[in-house]
């Protein structure tokens, strides 16, 4: 029934990759919706109620926080897995 250290630690690590592979899509699926926000909406002026470069600088500052968060959840996965491989 109980699982002993090595299992656990392969349990969790198998988790873990599986929870940041999921947010790495997620992820992508956000800064692909806020590309074509971007392009659509904001460079095209469709904009009324605020200010074309607010809403340009906003979208782009998301855009670029959520690609260095995705490089960080791709780095700590290699980081994981190379971990492993060198342990095994």
Same mark, same amino acid.
């Given at each position: 029934?109980?699982?002993?250290?090595s +299992?656990? &630690? /392969?349990?969790? /690590?198998?988790?873990?990759?599986?929870?940041?592979? =999921?947010?790495?899509?997620i992820?992508?699926?956000?800064?692909i %919706?806020?590309? $074509?926000s971007?392009?659509? #909406? $904001? %460079? !095209? %002026?469709? /904009? %009324? @109620?605020?200010?074309? !470069?607010?809403?340009?600088? @906003?979208?782009? =500052? +998301?855009i /670029? *926080?959520? +690609?260095?968060?995705? *490089? @960080?959840i &791709? $780095? =700590?996965?290699?980081?994981? &897995?190379?971990?492993?491989?060198? +342990? #095994?």
């Open positions: 029934m109980y699982l002993n250290r +299992k656990l &630690l /392969t349990v969790i /690590t198998i988790v873990f990759i599986i929870v940041s592979v =999921s947010l790495c899509f992820i992508s699926y956000i800064i %919706d806020n590309l $074509v971007l392009k659509y #909406e $904001v %460079d !095209e %002026d469709m /904009t %009324d @109620y605020i200010s074309k !470069e607010w809403a340009r600088g @906003y979208l782009v =500052s +998301k /670029t *926080c959520l +690609k260095y968060f995705i *490089c @960080y &791709l $780095v =700590s996965i290699i980081l994981i &897995l190379l971990n492993r491989v060198h +342990k #095994e």
